[in-house]
């Protein structure tokens, strides 16, 4: 599939992805679009059955995947050195997060067994250190051994979520919700003498109509 930017024709590849990227407002070093580029790839070719995303256009995937994933890094000054991506799925936000932050120890829990098996494999192909997968369900009794950070992306409400963290995130630790506009009704009907909000993002991607939030709480 081809698609049309600046009345230019593209086709999907690696210059593309650069391009769309920019176009988002996203500048990745040489190296770090590389293995994004592998990363689409590995995700294309094991997506047949459309299990491990549903979508498909290469311009959607780039805004609604990629962009998304990354750009939430500019809200961030210093992510925790330590960090849980919780219903990572086909690795979001976890993998375009490790690819642009390559110093944070990263753990994917993801339950499903065949996305287990992909994100298994797609650590190995890229070559990722230091960021492994929990092929379980975080609950509060599941994790062992306290992280410095949670992420998730399009996962439970965040009162349903922040129960889930009672052995995996440290006190003093923080939790990024990667959310639509609506978690402004969610906010307004939320309170908890564990965590406090200590930022918050609303915005849109640079040229699409994507409208995000980044919710940061601290335990």
């Known amino acids: 599939m081809s698609l049309i930017l600046n009345n230019k024709r593209l086709k999907p590849c690696r210059q593309s992805l650069d391009i769309l990227l920019r176009r988002y407002g996203i500048e990745l070093k040489p190296d770090t679009l590389d293995k994004l580029w592998l990363f689409h790839g590995l995700l294309r070719e094991n997506n047949k059955d459309q299990d491990l995303t549903r979508l498909n ?11 998304d994933c990354i ?19 086909a690795g979001f936000p976890g993998i375009p997060l490790k690819l642009v932050n390559p110093h ?39 994790m062992k051994e306290p992280v410095d950070g949670v992420i998730c992306r399009a996962f439970g409400s965040i009162a349903e979520t922040l129960p889930r963290l009672g052995n995996s995130l440290k006190k ?14 969610e906010l307004d009907n939320w309170n908890s003498t564990e965590y406090k909000i200590v930022e918050s993002h609303f915005y849109v991607i640079p040229n699409s109509v994507q409208k995000r939030a980044l919710i940061i709480l601290e335990r």
């Open 71 to 89: 750009i939430i890094n500019s809200f961030v000054k210093k992510w925790p050195e330590k960090m849980l991506d919780i219903g990572s799925g």
């Open 172 to 185: 003093g630790g923080r939790a990024y919700f990667m959310k639509g506009p609506a978690v402004k009704e």
């Open 104 to 142: 944070i120890n990263l753990i994917l829990c993801e339950p499903r067994p065949n996305r287990i098996n992909f994100l298994e494999m797609a650590i190995k192909k890229l070559g990722l250190q230091g960021i492994s997968v929990f092929g379980h369900k975080v609950t509060s009794a599941s």
């Open 57 to 67: 256009a290469f311009e959607t995937i780039v805004e609604k995947h990629y962009a």
